[in-house]
């Protein structure tokens, strides 16, 4: 079985993708090739810390990977939380900070609107490929739920009435930002023999 590296240590990150990819490859974490530094992601962009990230750990550990930007973006803030999504609220990337942040910036706001987007960058044989996925959706006023990881807890996805905190992971990984974003690449990988 082919090794590629997942640059990241979030196990919910790696369950969530190893799920997805079905025994196809074997995927490892940074930890597991030995990268203990934080990765680079001094952009403003999600494609290119995804990018800055992947060949980091290419051009380092010379191991086939991928590395992944997510991030939540609120109509009625700008785009934030945006790329600075996992520290809004701090260094300390605290999910339950970041959440109580965001509620508080919105508190009596009506316009909810959200999107989860994630951008992708693989790095196969040196060769670069980028995938995205978004999904569409609102901000609750309250948590709600205990699964997943992030925002989940308050992001209800359009066209459903649970938050991804809500969902089981088989549901949410069918509908999310990551899981669209992980289907392309899956898809991508299977070509690739």
């Known amino acids: 079985m082919k090794r590629i590296c997942f640059a990241t240590n979030n196990k919910n990150k790696i369950a969530e993708v190893s799920q997805m990819l079905e025994g196809k490859y074997e995927l490892v974490s940074l930890e597991e090739i030995g990268c203990t530094e934080e990765l680079p992601e001094e952009h403003d962009t999600m494609k ?82 980028q995938f995205e996925g978004t999904v569409d959706g609102s901000i609750t006023t309250a948590w709600k739920g205990n699964k997943g990881f992030g925002y989940d807890p308050v992001f209800v996805p359009a066209g459903y009435e649970q938050t991804f905190a809500e969902m089981s992971s088989e549901q949410k990984n069918a509908i999310s930002h990551r899981g669209r974003a992980v289907r392309k690449l899956v898809d991508f990988l299977k070509t690739q023999g």
Request: charge should be negative; include cysteine; proline fraction near 2%.
């Open 48 to 129: 290119a810390n995804s990018h800055q990230k992947a060949a980091y750990v290419w051009q380092k550990y010379n191991i086939n990977c991928f590395a992944d930007d997510s991030g939540l973006e609120v109509d009625a803030l700008g785009g934030a939380p945006g790329v600075y999504s996992a520290r809004y609220a701090g260094p300390q990337r605290s999910d339950s900070d970041n959440i109580n942040l965001l509620l508080q910036n919105l508190e009596g706001n009506e316009n909810r609107k959200a999107n989860f987007r994630t951008s992708i960058t693989l790095i196969l044989n040196g060769q670069e490929h």
